[in-house]
Antibody, heavy 123, light 111 residues
């Protein structure tokens, strides 16, 4: 069964850091592009970051650029999101999502999603 | 403010047909980028519903269909069922933002 399981969420103070993980199983992780997408309480979906198969191409939403770092370890079938200088507006459920589509990457969509991990930034 | 605009809510009676619009601009849908649709049932993760404007993943009923024209796209649901009550999101790519964008979401209520 294709599965993505996020972990690492929790309560953190403004200005703090947190590292999210996403464990993939049931498919060849190294052959898929991966994304992080978040959803603030009661709000819509917001794309956060993209990483290519090998990690050579990485993109971020303007709202997190310079503060968040996406990475992957294909040997461990894992995706990560290092979040620094956290703000209250970063409070959200963070989803790990597998990307699929026709090249170039502009046409990609997310075909498999994890259940999410909750990040709360508050003092 | 989302760059893709969706109506906040739509509703319909069981068996009816409803549509959800997704309006963009020349920097996203109008630039030729594909539109994809997701369904999010209450308390769950989003699920892919339509990809590449018109295609349904395996397992998605043919009651769901997508279309795209110029700077907008639409999701149509025919034979509305109680289980269709959910939030629906469109997604595309935006060249001005250099990233993937979602619509603000539409809450579908089955009367």
């Amino acid at each position: 069964e294709v599965q993505l399981v996020e972990s690492g969420g929790g309560l953190v103070q403004p200005g703090g850091s947190l590292r999210l993980s996403c464990a993939a199983s049931g498919f060849t992780f190294s052959t898929y592009i991966m994304n992080w997408v978040r959803q603030a309480p009661g709000r819509g979906l917001e794309w956060v970051s993209y990483i290519s198969y090998s990690g050579s191409r990485i993109y971020y939403a303007d709202s997190v650029k310079g503060r968040f770092t996406i990475s992957r370890d294909n040997a461990k079938n894992s995706l990560y999101l290092q979040m620094n200088s956290l703000r209250a507006e970063d409070t959200a459920v963070y989803y790990c999502a597998r990307a699929l589509g026709r090249d170039p990457h502009y046409y990609y969509y997310m075909d498999v999603w994890g259940k999410g991990t909750t990040v709360t930034v508050s003092s | 403010q989302s760059v893709l605009t969706q109506p906040p809510s739509v509703s319909g009676a069981p068996g009816q047909r409803v549509t959800i619009s997704c309006t963009g601009s020349s920097s996203n849908i109008g630039a030729g980028y594909d539109v994809h649709w997701y369904q999010q049932l209450p308390g769950t993760a989003p699920k892919l519903l339509i990809y590449g404007n018109i295609n349904r993943p395996s397992g998605v009923p043919d009651r769901f269909s997508g279309s795209k024209s110029d700077t907008s796209a639409s999701l149509a649901i025919t034979g509305l069922q109680a289980e269709d009550e959910a939030d629906y999101y469109c997604q595309s790519y935006d060249t001005s933002l250099s990233g993937w964008v979602f619509g603000g979401g539409t809450k579908m209520t089955v009367l």
